[in-house]
């Protein structure tokens, strides 16, 4: 008994540190309380994390547990996507596109996603949802090393720019006007990059079928490239993104016996 009241004491003069002071450090977020577990987010110097209710007396020593309000961006494989386009009950939704990768959280039955992406074999998800992370408490967090965070959209990075002008004409996704592109040359025509518009169909009953049934549209409402799916594996929810305006991912190269250029799509997001 006397051991279990030193004990109960010690995690109250721990969490006091913490109780309506701000953090006096960038501090991480983890998914349980172990300081190698996947990091959920960073609270920032002088925030105050929200405790969990009745939680001091179940986490271990020297961590606190918080409440994290959310939306989350995580990523699920698409055969976890149902016809109905819900995240099956039961699957891992993960903080990156990758099997490897640190576990949000499993989905229920009544939590409610929203498909905000497609990367190949995983599908982006907003999930609305409060959760719980785990902080140290035990001296002051350490500040973030001197490298960028991964963004949790995980959208993949431009490349480096090439010796010639940029592969596309439009809108990029800075939302600045894109220079065209001399697709001759095919030294810089090939890399992929991002490329930002309106997503349409193309098709028409009252029309020839296009090359390709869907396209980017400029702010002007007129078409810049078509958009080449067929990498994308879960094609069945591109009915979803008509109509939005969406950062495509890929490498644009010429339609041939045309005019037109088209973007073989590797990753898609709406905006």
Not at 10 to 25: I, Q, R, T, W
Not at 200 to 220: E, G, I, K, Q
Not at 261 to 269: A, M, Y
């Amino acid at each position: 008994m006397k051991n279990k009241l030193i004990f109960l004491a010690s995690l109250l003069v721990s969490a006091s540190a913490v109780f309506g002071v701000p953090l006096p450090a960038t501090t991480a977020v983890h998914v349980a309380p172990d300081e190698h577990a996947s990091t959920i987010t960073f609270l920032k110097a002088g925030s105050e994390p929200t405790p969990v209710p009745g939680s001091l007396t179940t986490t271990p020593a020297g961590w606190l547990a918080v409440e994290l309000p959310g939306p989350f961006e995580g990523y699920v494989l698409n055969k976890d996507i149902l016809k109905s386009l819900d995240v099956r009950p039961g699957a891992a939704i993960r903080l990156q596109p990758k099997p490897d990768a640190g576990v949000l959280t499993t989905m229920t039955a009544s939590d409610k996603t929203t498909i905000t992406g497609l990367h190949g074999k995983w599908t982006q998800i907003r999930l609305e949802k409060k959760l719980t992370g785990y902080i140290q408490l035990a001296g002051t967090p350490a500040p973030l090393p001197p490298i960028a965070v991964a963004p949790a959209t995980a959208t993949p990075a431009p490349m480096a720019a090439a010796p010639v002008p940029a592969t596309a004409y439009g809108t990029t996704a800075s939302g600045k006007p894109a220079p065209n592109v001399n697709l001759g040359d095919s030294s810089g025509a090939m890399l992929p990059r991002l490329f930002q518009g309106k997503f349409v169909s193309t098709r028409s009953p009252f029309r020839p079928r296009r090359p390709y049934d869907w396209a980017l549209n400029d702010d002007a409402g007129s078409r810049y490239a078509f958009l080449d799916i067929s990498k994308l594996l879960l094609t069945d929810q591109i009915e979803n993104y008509v109509g939005h305006t969406v950062v495509a991912y890929g490498a644009a190269k010429p339609v041939p016996n045309s005019k037109d250029i088209v973007i073989e799509v590797e990753s898609l997001q709406l905006k």
